[in-house]
């Protein structure tokens, strides 16, 4: 299994594996569902903290 390398990928993941809806999310965010869906995407710093806030989860936590 490859290694996540970036925080990106790691919120993916996390979103994924707590069976989070990506509709939801972008709805209520704005961040393109799209983006939530791709293991490959770098979000930008704003959508990464705001992603962050939604999902009640430090941004540290992805380190």
Do not use: R
């Amino acid at each position: 299994m490859k290694k996540k390398d970036n925080v990106s990928e790691k919120l993916v993941e996390y979103i994924k594996q707590n069976n989070i809806s990506i509709e939801q999310i972008s709805k209520d965010t704005g961040v393109s569902g799209f983006k939530l869906s791709k293991t490959d995407v770098v979000f930008t710093a704003s959508e990464f903290l705001e992603l962050c806030s939604y999902l009640n989860v430090s941004p540290e936590s992805f380190k």
